[in-house]
């Protein structure tokens, strides 16, 4: 049992570039979040998921997207990289949000420069 | 709408030392209350939940007591070691989110 795993570990982008993070959980939880944590503050909510097929946005979804063709991926695409993207990335899941917690990855940092 | 406001950091504090972190919260409905532990360089981890007003969460010597009178859900510790020095974030969930507070940083000094 891996939990959830996320890839790659770090990268460094140029400006402009694109690429997909990704995750995956075998713990068969429906629910899946991506958030970013910039420095010294809390986690914001990028997408999320509430099940193979469909996805929702959160707090800051612009310059991202998400697709979750089954229940263990749930990948993030970043396209046309910029700065401002530059950050942790960490992805979660849970098996349900009412009154379960979420299990979260290691984590992906990105920096944009 | 929801969110979550914790006490700002960094804390430090010597070993053996009581901890207290304030954490309140605003939320529609019957949100769960949850603190998670971030360690340098890792994803965060749950520490404690409780899922109704009254009930008190606890593990590895940290309590927490979900208030709803206060809204409130205040974690402690009676005696920090050095081990316990990470982030402390307190969240809430409601519907299909979660909600973070911005995270306290605790360094436990020998």
């Known amino acids: 049992n891996a939990g959830v795993t996320q890839t790659p570990k770090f990268r460094i982008l140029k400006i402009g570039q694109s690429m997909t993070l990704q995750c995956a959980q075998d713990?068969?939880?429906?629910?899946m979040y991506w958030y970013r944590q910039d420095p010294g503050m809390g986690l914001k909510l990028i997408y999320y998921?509430?099940?193979?097929?469909?996805?929702d946005k959160g707090e800051v979804p612009n310059g991202y997207n998400v697709s979750r063709s089954t229940t263990e991926d749930f990948p993030l695409r970043l396209e046309l990289a910029a700065p401002s993207q530059t950050s942790v990335y960490f992805c979660?899941?849970?098996?349900?949000?009412?009154?379960?917690?979420?299990?979260f990855g290691p984590g992906t940092r990105l920096t944009v420069t | 709408g929801n969110s979550v406001t914790q006490m700002e950091g960094p804390v430090t504090l010597s070993e053996e030392a009581f901890l207290t972190i304030n954490c309140t919260y605003t939320?529609?409905?019957?949100?769960?209350l949850f603190w998670y532990v971030q360690y340098p360089g890792e994803g965060l981890q749950l520490l404690l939940k409780?899922?109704?007003?009254?009930d008190k969460g606890s593990n590895k010597g940290f309590e927490a007591t979900y208030r709803k009178e206060t809204t409130s859900f205040h974690l402690e510790k009676g005696s920090v070691q050095v081990s316990d020095s990470a982030v402390y974030f307190c969240?809430?969930?409601?519907?299909?989110?979660?909600?973070f507070g911005t995270g306290t940083s605790l360094t436990v000094i020998p």
């Open positions: 713990m068969n939880h429906n629910y």
């Open positions: 998921s509430v099940g193979a097929g469909i996805t």
């Open positions: 969240a809430l969930n409601t519907g299909n989110q979660f909600y």
């Open positions: 409780a899922t109704k007003a009254d």
């Open positions: 939320a529609t409905g019957y949100p769960s």
């Open positions: 979660a899941s849970s098996y349900d949000p009412s009154g379960y917690e979420q299990y």
